[in-house]
C-alpha cells in the first residue's frame, strides 16, 4: 500500500518564536511533490482546511516537510501537536511545479515565511547547475529562518531586515535593484513572500522586462479545482491558484485585488485566533 | 378501488417562520397513514408511463402495490432491484419532470407523490431493518472508482454485489461527493448519506479519502502500478462559472460552490466550526438552478436577507419545484426577467450593490427556452453585501490533463459511450465529469450502467 491514513509527525523544529517546521509522514504525497506544490491539511476532525507550500520531501522516509508560520487559530492548533501525533487529513501534491526548467542564472527573493518556499526552489535549482543568488528579508533578527539552508542552496545569499538587526537594513527590493543596476543578467527572479513585497518586486524588475514568477497563496476551501475561492485576476482573466498556479507571471497579477480578497475574513481569524489562545491559556493555568 | 381525491396527501413541512433558524432538514416525510392514503391513489395501470419517466426504470407501481399490502420492507428491496440510494433519491430527484410527470393522475390533478413514497419506504428501511449487506463472494478482479458522488457510489456499489474488488479514491476528507459538499442538510440529512456509505463498506468497498487522482495518483499508476484493471471516473463537476462582469472579485462574492462548500462539508453555520463563512445582510443568487436555491436558502439561514436573481421567468426556473416553493415560503423574494451587468464595491473592495437590467424573453435559443434579451435602458441597482454566483460548473482538468489518450468535449467534459466507455480501454466514466452539470439519479444511473460494461469489460478480457 502505497497510501496511508496516519499522518504522523516525525520531526518537529521550532525555526523561530512564529515559524515551525514538520516532516509528515504521507508516502504518496511525498513521492510526487516538486518545489512550487502545495498540500491542504485538517488539523483535527472539525478543523478548517488549510493550504501550505511543500518545502522539500524525503522519498525514501515517505516524509513531507511542512513550515508555517503561527499567524491564526488552525496554524496555532497544529503547533501545539508534536512528534508522534497524527494530522488528521494531509491531501496533495497540488498545484502546478514551479517551471524550473532551462534557467541558467536566477534570483530568489523570500519574504518572512515565503522563504520556506523559495528555499526548496533554490536547492532544485542548485542542483541543476543553475547559478542561484537569494536575497532574503525578514523583519528582526529573531524571525530569520533557514539561513544555513539557503546558504547551501545558493552562490550569493544577502539577508535582509527591517531594522538591521542582522544582515543589512532594508527591503529586498534594494540589494535585487542594486544586483539588476550592477549587471547580474538573471533568466528570471523568483519571489516568494507577502503580497506586498511581491508587488514591490514586480516593480523593481519590470523596467528591466526581467520574468518574475511569484507564488500565490491566496484563501482556498478544497484546493482541486472545485470551489472558485481563490480566482484572482491574471493578465485581466479569472484563474483559479489550485489548479491554474500557485505560480503566476508576476507581471500580470492585479495584487491589490488579491490583497483586498485576501482580507475578507480577517476579523473572524482574529476572533478565532484569540479565542483560541484564550482556551489554551486556560489549559495551562 | 383507488382514492380518487385530485391532491397529493400533503407532507408536514417544518415551519416556515422556524426554518430560518435552523439547518434541520424541512420535509418530515409521510407517516404510515399517510403513505397508504398516498399509495391507495395510484391506478397501478398496466403499461407503467411512470416507469418510462424514471431514468433508471424503477418499477413504480410494483413498489407502490408492496406499499399498499404494507409491505414496507418489501417495497424498499423492489426500488433497491433498480436503485441503489433510495432515501437520497426520494429527497432529491426532480420528480415532476421525471416518474411524476408520466403520472396519469397528474392529468386531471396532481400525480401520485412517487418521490414522497420512495422517501417513506426507504427511511422506514433505514429505521426498521438492521443493515446486513455482506460482502460478495470474491471474484478476485480489482476496479477502481474515482470520485465517491451519485455515480461512483453507485458504479462502486453494483460492482462490489457481482464480487469486485473496489477502491474508490476520494479528493476531500470525506465521501459523498455533491452529496455532502453540495447539497444542504436541510434538503439531504448527512447521516442519511452516511448510511448508504457504510452500507457500501460493510459490502467490503474501500474508500480512500485524501486523494486526488491526476495528482496523488494517475489514473496510469492505477492501471500499471496498482493492478486496477479497469477504471470509473465519477469525478463530477469541477471550476464555477462566472458571468465575466465587473466586480466578480470583489469580497463578498461567492461562487455557489464555495459558499455551501463552506456550510456543508465545513459546516461553517455551526459554532463549533472553524471554518469562517460571512454572515451577510442582503444576499443576491444569480441562477434559477437547484444550486442557486441551496445556496439562496443558506443564506437565509444565516440569517440574510435574500433575492434570487433569474434571467428568465419562473416557468423556466430549472430548479425542482418543491425547492422553489419552500424557498418562497421561507421568505426569499425572486427577481425574474433581471440579469446583473455589475457588482459595486465600496473603498474596501466590499460588495454594496449589483446592477441588474430588466430583460424580456424572445424566440427559443438552441436549449429549447426563450432567450431572455435586454431591455434597454432598463438598467437599476440592488443593495447588497454578497453576491452567491450559481450559474453552473466546467468539467475539472485534473485527470484531463493528465490522462494521455483521455478524449474530451471541447468543454472539458469527457467523452464516453452509451455504456460509459471512454477512449482509454478500461477507463469509463460517467455523471457530472461526462454530461456536465446534471442530476443525482442521472449520476447513478450512469455509474449502474458503467458498472455493467466494466463487468463485461474484465469477463471479456
Known amino acids: 500500500m502505497r497510501w496511508t491514513d496516519m499522518f504522523e509527525i516525525k520531526r518537529k523544529r521550532i525555526l523561530n518564536p512564529t515559524v515551525t517546521l514538520m516532516d509528515v509522514y504521507a508516502p504518496a504525497v511525498a513521492a510526487k511533490a516538486q518545489p512550487g506544490q502545495f498540500i491542504i491539511l485538517r488539523v483535527d476532525e472539525l478543523g478548517e482546511r488549510i493550504p501550505l507550500t511543500v518545502a522539500g520531501c524525503d522519498k525514501d522516509n515517505g516524509t513531507v516537510t511542512i513550515i508555517f508560520q503561527i499567524v491564526g487559530a488552525t496554524t496555532l492548533h497544529l503547533n501545539e501537536l508534536n512528534e508522534g501525533d497524527c494530522i488528521h487529513d494531509f491531501v496533495g501534491p497540488l498545484g502546478r511545479p514551479t517551471e524550473l526548467d532551462g534557467l541558467k542564472k536566477v534570483c530568489i527573493v523570500g519574504g518572512g515565511v515565503g522563504c520556506a518556499i523559495a528555499w526548496p526552489i533554490a536547492k532544485k535549482l542548485h542542483e541543476m547547475g543553475c547559478e542561484v543568488h537569494a536575497i532574503a528579508g525578514f523583519r528582526n533578527k529573531d524571525l530569520v529562518i533557514l539561513e544555513d539552508e539557503f546558504k547551501e542552496a545558493s552562490d550569493k545569499l544577502i539577508i535582509m531586515t527591517d531594522d538591521g538587526s542582522y544582515g543589512r537594513q532594508g527591503v529586498v527590493t534594494v540589494p535585487l535593484k542594486e544586483a539588476i543596476e550592477n549587471g547580474e543578467n538573471y533568466d528570471e527572479v523568483i519571489a516568494i513572500g507577502p503580497l506586498i513585497m511581491m508587488k514591490f518586486v514586480v516593480a523593481t524588475t519590470k523596467p528591466y522586462n526581467i520574468k518574475t514568477t511569484v507564488s500565490m497563496n491566496p484563501i482556498m476551501v478544497d484546493g482541486t479545482g472545485m470551489c472558485g475561492g481563490c480566482r484572482l485576476t491574471v493578465g485581466g482573466k479569472t484563474c483559479f491558484a489550485c489548479v491554474d498556479g500557485p505560480d503566476f507571471d508576476g507581471f500580470e497579477v492585479d495584487f491589490d485585488e488579491a490583497m483586498k480578497r485576501g482580507a475578507m475574513y480577517k476579523d473572524f481569524e482574529k476572533h478565532a485566533y484569540d479565542e483560541h489562545c484564550n482556551l489554551f491559556k486556560k489549559e495551562v493555568e | ?461
Not at chain 2, 27 to 32: F, I, P
Not at chain 2, 210 to 221: A, S, Y
Request: glycine share 10%; with cysteine.
Open chain 2, 1 to 461: 378501488m383507488a382514492d380518487m381525491s385530485p391532491k397529493k396527501h400533503p407532507m408536514l413541512l417544518l415551519n416556515p417562520e422556524d426554518r430560518a433558524e435552523t439547518f434541520n432538514e424541512v420535509a418530515l416525510g409521510y407517516s404510515e397513514t399517510e403513505a397508504l392514503g398516498e399509495a391507495a391513489r395510484c391506478l397501478n395501470c398496466k403499461n407503467m408511463p411512470c416507469v418510462s419517466g424514471c431514468p433508471v426504470n424503477i418499477r413504480i407501481p410494483d413498489f407502490i402495490q408492496l406499499i399498499k399490502d404494507k409491505n414496507f420492507e418489501g417495497a424498499y428491496q423492489k426500488i433497491a432491484e433498480a436503485s441503489s440510494l433510495p432515501a437520497v433519491c426520494g429527497r432529491v430527484c426532480p420528480q415532476e419532470r421525471q416518474c411524476e410527470s408520466k403520472c396519469v393522475r397528474g392529468i386531471k390533478g396532481e400525480p401520485v407523490g412517487i418521490g414522497r413514497l420512495e422517501r417513506f419506504v426507504a427511511d422506514y428501511h433505514n429505521n426498521h431493518v438492521e443493515d446486513n449487506r455482506q460482502p460478495a463472494p470474491a471474484n478476485g478482479h480489482k476496479v477502481a472508482v474515482i470520485g465517491s458522488g451519485p455515480s461512483g457510489l453507485t458504479c462502486a456499489g453494483e460492482l462490489s454485489k457481482m464480487g469486485y474488488d473496489v477502491t474508490i479514491f476520494e479528493a476531500l476528507h470525506i465521501a459523498g461527493g455533491v452529496l455532502v459538499y453540495g447539497i444542504p442538510e436541510f434538503r439531504l440529512p448527512k447521516k442519511t448519506v452516511q448510511k448508504e456509505i457504510d452500507g457500501l463498506l460493510k459490502m467490503g468497498v474501500k474508500i480512500q479519502t485524501n486523494t486526488v487522482i491526476g495528482k496523488t495518483f494517475t489514473i496510469d499508476e492505477l492501471m500499471h502500478e496498482d493492478g486496477f484493471e479497469a477504471v470509473f471516473i465519477g469525478s463530477g463537476a469541477g471550476l464555477p462559472k462566472f458571468m465575466n462582469i465587473p466586480g466578480e472579485n470583489l469580497r463578498g462574492v461567492y461562487s455557489a460552490n464555495e459558499f455551501l462548500t463552506r456550510i456543508n462539508l465545513m459546516k461553517a453555520y455551526r459554532a463549533d466550526s472553524t471554518t469562517p463563512i460571512m454572515h451577510p445582510m442582503q444576499t443576491i443568487v444569480v441562477g434559477g438552478g437547484n444550486v442557486a436555491m441551496d445556496a439562496a436558502r443558506c443564506a437565509r439561514r444565516l440569517g440574510s436577507h435574500v433575492t434570487v436573481v433569474y434571467r428568465r421567468t419562473r416557468a423556466e426556473l430549472p430548479a425542482r419545484h418543491e425547492e422553489v416553493e419552500h424557498a418562497m415560503e421561507e421568505g426569499i423574494e425572486f427577481a425574474f426577467l433581471t440579469n446583473p451587468i455589475s457588482i459595486n464595491g465600496n473603498e474596501n473592495n466590499a460588495v454594496v450593490s449589483v446592477t441588474c437590467q430588466k430583460m424580456e424573453l424572445s424566440e427559443p435559443d438552441a436549449s429549447g427556452r426563450a432567450r431572455p434579451v435586454p431591455v434597454e435602458g432598463s438598467e437599476f441597482d440592488i443593495s447588497a453585501d454578497a453576491v452567491i454566483m450559481a450559474l453552473g460548473t466546467s468539467p475539472n482538468p485534473l485527470i484531463k490533463s493528465t490522462t494521455q489518450g483521455l478524449e474530451t468535449q471541447k468543454w472539458g467534459g469527457i467523452v464516453a459511450d452509451e455504456n460509459g466507455a471512454t477512449s482509454l480501454p478500461g477507463v469509463f466514466a460517467g455523471g457530472d465529469a461526462v454530461t456536465g452539470a446534471a442530476t443525482v439519479i442521472l449520476a447513478m444511473g450512469a455509474g449502474k450502467t458503467a458498472a455493467k460494461a466494466i463487468d463485461e469489460y474484465i469477463r471479456n478480457k
